[in-house]
């Protein structure tokens, strides 16, 4: 059933019927036309229509595993459709891979930058065109591309730079280069501010914007509602493969959510304030080395009481992961400590720790989380079979009265506890994950990402009960890239940059300075730069996606 929010007005057609399906493709834009892609069982696309019209910002919305970046990857080259066509000003086009597709007009910035650190800017940006006049590679021609793309869509980007030594949101400018030097008219952005600071991501929208402006038609792929409302001319969702619906940007969140999942959600976590008990987790001085000898974790010092959720912000890559594997015990430590309780766990295996109260929901569920292949049952006791075994022999009545338990409490959409947790939809195996770990008492809970990948639904459902672990007394910690989650869960966030604690600062602490201390700029001068830019001539700002944008000097990221 095809749902619509404040419905646009249908772009220009040659000889329209009316309405989307089976209309005939757009004479100036791209059409997509029954786009079908399945993988084995799965339908990934399912008859998917779309138009895309030049001069204006088209937002793909939905939850991860909807279907997005496969429909887009069909678009540009990377994948073949199983059934449909796609059309470029009503003409239909075969693209067999990428470079067919860029010929066409098509350009995309993917989510994982596809880059060689290695090589400068103006490196990438000939990388598999490195043929020149008369055969031969211009360097120079290359710069000057650079600079002159650079300059025009104010991209601020040095051709002589190395990648690998810019910041993650230069490193995306880089990425737009790439697809510009093509002469693109369709640009495709595939989940782009997944790795960005508040600020980054206000410049992103900047560009997009000058890009629309100069008539390019682009596709924004994206599952955070705030920043389609605050950039988006035509929104299409998808969910489960399919076209659901089309809205407006003055479509309410909650409108946009529900079509996301189909049913009504609540999109606000209620939650009292905290009532402090002692300090049951306490880091102190602690640094960590990769297995190269660089140092990834650095001099990092916190608390956690119980009755409190601490959140760990920042952007991917700035050490968070490698502070949460030492204090479970898959990293070893430098130097520092680390003590549960009171009890030093700075050196304790990952069973030891668990056995000292700590729960542990991975960044990555599927790898460290569960065994794919194991049933729902086995996995909701992988770490504590010792409880139900009995010399030697599992107790198989036990785990099953376990597993109808938790999958009761934790609404577990399953069609047995025998079922293997790998069929299970993303949401329903996090949940999995998160229900063994509160299947015992707790001294800590430790959950790194915990709701990457999952529906809005289910997201509902794991930030309550978050929330009523912290109310059991609990010390949480949360280590989030997601601001609206640490906005929402958040009594005190600590930020993080290259492995150091900038600082931590109370729940309620603005978007804008969280952006600029994940920035790497402290909490003080974060604080002063953003009163500066507040003041009523400088407060106009044509993209709200944080309270207000802040530009980033160069030299202070």
Known sequence: MQTTTGATAAPDRADAPGGASGAPPLTNGLSLRGITKRFGALTANDHIDLDIVPGRIHCLLGEN??????????????????????????????????????????????????????????????????????????????????????????????????????????????????????????????????????QEIDELMLIMQALRDEGKAIVFITHKLREVRAIA??????????????????????????????????????????????????????????????????????????????CIAGVQGNGQSELVEAMLGTMPVMSGSVSIDGRDTTRATPAQTIEAGLGFVPEDRQHDGFVGSFSVAENLVLNQVDNYASTGTLKLGAIADNARHRVNEFDIRTGSIGQPVSSLSGGNQQK?????????PLSVLIASQPTRGVDVGAIEFLHQRLVAERDAGTAVVIVSTELDEIEALADRIAVMNRGRVVGIVPSGTPREVLGLMMAGIN????????????????????????DAGSDIKEEER
């Open 523 to 546: 909490e003080e001068e974060a604080r002063a730069e953003v009163e500066g830019a507040s003041r009523p001539e400088d407060a106009d700002s044509p993209v709200d996606v944080v």
């Open 65 to 198: 595993g909807a279907g997005k970046s496969t429909l887009m990857n069909v678009l540009y080259g990377l994948l073949d459709a199983d059934e449909g066509a796609i059309y470029i000003d009503g003409i239909e086009q075969h693209f067999r891979n990428p470079r067919q597709a860029m010929g066409a007009g098509i350009g995309m910035v993917h989510q994982h930058f596809m880059l060689v650190d290695v090589f400068t800017v103006a490196e990438n940006l000939v990388l598999g065109r490195e043929e020149g006049a008369l055969g031969t590679l211009s360097m120079r021609a290359a710069r000057r591309k650079v600079r002159e793309l650079s300059d025009r869509y104010k991209l601020d980007v040095n051709p002589d730079a190395v990648v690998e030594n810019l910041p993650v949101g230069v490193q995306q400018r880089v990425e737009i280069l790439k697809a510009l030097s093509h002469d693109v008219r369709f640009l495709v952005f595939d989940e782009p501010t997944a790795v960005l600071t508040p």
């Open 233 to 310: 001319d035509d929104i299409t969702v998808i969910r489960r493969g399919k076209v659901v619906g089309e809205a407006e940007p003055s479509a309410s969140e909650s409108d946009l959510a529900e079509m996301m999942v189909g049913r009504s959600v609540s999109l606000r976590v209620q939650k009292q304030e905290p009532t402090l008990r002692d300090v049951r987790l306490q880091v102190s001085d602690l640094s960590v080395a990769d297995p190269s000898g660089a140092v990834v974790v650095d001099d990092v010092s916190f608390e956690v009481h119980g009755g409190e959720i601490l």
């Open 432 to 440: 999995v994950v998160l229900a063994r770990e509160l299947s015992r």
